[in-house]
């Protein structure tokens, strides 16, 4: 794993990793959830960084795709081994996390395995046409928002504002307290003005 400062994240129990990542900067916390080992402390130390107000959507979906949920997506919960219940929380937090819209977009910040993701979501959409579910789906919605490319128009004209007098500006306010002409002309011929 990479490593900040020389810490070595295979060495150390789940309290000195929490300990390191609390003084880690957001920029760092991202990274540390695209490569942190999920089977170290994945509920303690991972877990704390996924509820971060700093981490994005790309991050939060490459720890989720590093999480391999492949692995239980079918599974019943009473049936995951022990030893995985950990990282199957953390799955859990993550999904529902990415689905409530708590992580957001970022320029720049991407999916680390773009293919995994898209075959997740290929075969969860083959799963919703046979009528099956997973453990863990994904909304495609919010997902398609880091997925997509926007064109953008490269000059945008911003109209320009007319040139008011201080006598305009001080008097604004009354002058909306009664009806705009442009409302009256809606009126029915019965009320005509």
């Known amino acids: 794993m990479d490593d900040f400062g020389g810490y070595d994240w295979s060495v150390g129990t789940s309290g000195d990793h929490q300990e390191k990542m609390r003084a880690l900067s ?25 509820a971060q107000k700093c981490m994005d959507l790309g991050s939060a979906l490459s720890a989720f795709m590093n999480g391999e949920p492949e692995r239980f997506n079918y ?5 995951v081994p022990d030893q995985y219940h950990a ?41 919703r046409s046979e009528g099956r579910r997973g453990r863990w789906i994904l909304d495609e919605g919010i997902i398609a928002g880091l997925t997509e490319k926007l064109e ?8 320009e504002s007319p040139k008011n007098s201080l006598l305009h500006d001080v ?3 009354l002058k909306d307290l009664g ?3 442009d409302h009256l002309k809606y009126l029915p011929a019965e009320y005509d003005v």
């Open 75 to 79: 599974m019943p919960k009473r049936d």
């Open 152 to 159: 953008l128009p490269e000059t945008v004209a911003i109209p």
């Open 171 to 173: 008097l604004s306010p």
């Open 179 to 181: 009806v705009s002409r």
């Open 26 to 50: 957001p920029k760092q916390l991202r990274h540390v959830a695209r490569i942190y080992d999920w089977r170290l402390h994945p509920e303690e130390a991972l877990g704390w960084v996924m």
């Open 87 to 127: 990282a199957a929380r953390v799955l859990d937090n993550i999904c529902l996390r990415v689905n409530s819209g708590f992580y957001l977009s970022s320029p720049g910040n991407f999916v680390d395995s773009e293919r995994r993701l898209s075959r997740w979501l290929k075969y969860q959409g083959a799963d």
